[in-house]
């Protein structure tokens, strides 16, 4: 039988592990981050405002603090350097992070760094800290990143399932515009700070309007815990517009991804982050890059929109799958 529970009564159902919060019973939700520029935390607030709304929710907001910090905006060689750490999943050391015991749920933040989570991230959920916080709880995932979250979350999924985690939800915002314009927007606004919209290129980063929306998350998780729900297997934010794949993309991500294996592993070889020797690859490497988006790049999307209608069923059935578990 399925005890339903209003948050805010005076007395917990046996079995189930609400918090006493100023003599009332709620239910405590940790939101946990790292953000550079600050958008991933906007992206948050706003959830967190819905979710607020609900008086019998608590929740504590944690910034995810790595040892040495990485540099915001990025220098050129600084930036391609965690390259090989970030695709291998090799974590930061993180400072430990202030925790009260007994989450009810956690949502994770996280952005995207070589289609890999950002190194701080893996670092944090490598730590003794997080294997005690995730084991069995339900998690939500929330991606802000440029538009290619895909394998970053399969990597996420892993790192989430060896700390026995439940994964309920995904959310994934992406920057403003089309493909080929933040490909232009989004390092120039990493590697000099800069935002603005120039020539015909959008603003950098997530639409204003889309952080605004990110309110009817929150209301709805809050119903959702409400009514327990985080007690089953999710999902519990369907049919809010949780992501959106992009079917075309799907392929590129996965080449790009195989590729980046390959280049990780040379870029690593060739000397510890910052050394001469590595940067020499480094710098090889990024020529390659630019010569294949120049030429390659431009032929791959003229033969996709050509096979397109051949590929179409296995295209839509990628979709479904990485569309999973909130879906559109
Ligand atoms: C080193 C690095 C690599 C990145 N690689 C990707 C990527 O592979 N895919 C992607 O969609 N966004 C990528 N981004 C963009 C981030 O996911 C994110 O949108 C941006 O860093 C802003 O996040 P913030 O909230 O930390 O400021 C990368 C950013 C950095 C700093």
Redesign the pocket.
Known sequence: MKILLRQGSICPPPGLSYNMVDGRYVKKILVIYY??????KRILSRMVQGLEENSGVQCDIRAISPVESYPYP?TFYR?FN?FPEAVSLDGCPVRPVDLADNYDLIVLGY?????SPAIPVTGFLQTKQAALLFKGKPVITVI??????LIGQEKMKTLLADLGARLLDNVALT?QGRSLYTFVT?PRW?LTGKKDSFWFFPKAGVAEEEIKKMDRFGKRLAEALDRDEEQGDGPLLSGLGAVNVNGKLIATERIAHRSFLIWSKLIKTAGSPCSPGRNVVITIYTVFLLTLVLTVVPMNMIIRRLVYPLCKKSIAGAVSYYEQPSGR
């Open positions: 953000s550079q520029s600050g958008q991933l990025w930036f965690v952005t995207i760094w070589f289609l802000g990143c440029r538009d290619m979250w920057d989004t990493l």
